[in-house]
């Protein structure tokens, strides 16, 4: 089975940057697409980046346009996420997702990662 482990959550003032990473193992390729979810306490599970790992064409939410940035290592079954600029409303726990259908629902995704911290003080 898949497993997918995250790390680099942490916390830091707002305007800060962080680089969180999702390894993934007992795969040989980490599938069609890989996600990065966020859910704050008392709040839905949202979707933040998602990202083709055959073509490395990446989709954001709004909320996050221009301050994060999803990448790939397909050698190292490894996807990161990148945070410059962070807010408060940020805060959250980050999941990674892996899936074949590159969207932002939850459900759509079969595998999914431990979670990683993030919090973000004004």
């Known amino acids: 089975q898949v497993q997918l482990v995250e790390s680099g959550g942490g916390s830091v003032q707002a305007g800060g940057s962080l680089r969180l990473s999702c390894a993934a193992s007992?795969?040989?390729?980490?599938?069609?697409?890989m996600a990065w979810f966020r859910q704050a306490p008392g709040e839905e599970r949202e979707g933040v980046a998602v990202i083709y790992t055959g073509s490395g064409t990446a989709l954001y939410a709004d909320a996050v346009k221009g301050r994060f940035t999803i990448s790939r290592e397909n050698g190292k079954n490894t996807v990161y996420l990148q945070m410059h600029r962070l807010k408060p409303e940020d805060t959250a726990m980050y999941y990674c997702?892996?899936?074949?259908?590159?969207?932002?629902?939850?459900?759509?995704?079969?595998?999914w990662g431990q979670g990683t911290q993030v919090t973000v003080s004004s």
């Open positions: 007992r795969v040989t390729t980490i599938g069609k697409c």
């Open positions: 997702a892996a899936g074949e259908t590159c969207i932002f629902s939850p459900s759509w995704y079969n595998y």
